[in-house]
């Protein structure tokens, strides 16, 4: 079962997908965030092309685990993504994904220049390794 992760943010939308069997991630792409009905639609078709069998979108969470400001935002574009697929679509805590990925782009010894450039694809990433391995029954 492959599983798309949406990692929305208000410049750029990471994209990963995991392998056939639905247990490691892979960075996909990266969309520039346009409007939310037009970045839903985008990313639907994305994970319909993909034949993707879930959707995780990634949600900030505070400390007491009620949504941020930007995870409203996630949460009303997976709203969105609702309306554009009958693929299901789940939100996930994307605690420290940013973070996480920037490490992991500093253990490959990524370039300073490398390094500079957005991390959204890899963040994506760190989101669908973190469910799956939360959800080893698949879902």
């Not at 949460?75 to 939100?91: D, G, H, K, Y």
């Not at 920037?102 to 490959?108: G, I, K, P």
Request: charged content about 25%.
């Amino acid at each position: 079962m492959r599983i798309l992760a949406v990692d929305p943010g208000s410049k750029n939308i990471g994209l990963a997908i995991s392998d056939p069997g639905g247990t490691v991630a892979h960075p996909l792409a990266v969309l520039d965030h346009v409007a939310r009905l037009l970045d839903a639609a985008a990313v639907a078709d994305l994970a319909a092309s993909q034949q993707a069998c879930l959707i995780v979108v990634g949600q900030s969470l505070d400390d007491e685990g009620r949504p941020t400001f930007e995870g409203r935002r996630s949460a009303r574009f997976a709203a969105a993504l609702r309306s554009q697929t009958a693929i299901p679509v789940v939100l996930w805590d994307e605690a420290f994904t940013t973070r996480r990925a920037r490490s992991a782009r500093l253990e490959m010894g990524a370039s300073r220049r490398k390094r500079a450039g957005h991390l959204d694809d890899l963040a994506a990433t760190v989101l669908l390794q973190d469910y799956i391995e939360n959800h080893p029954e698949g879902k």
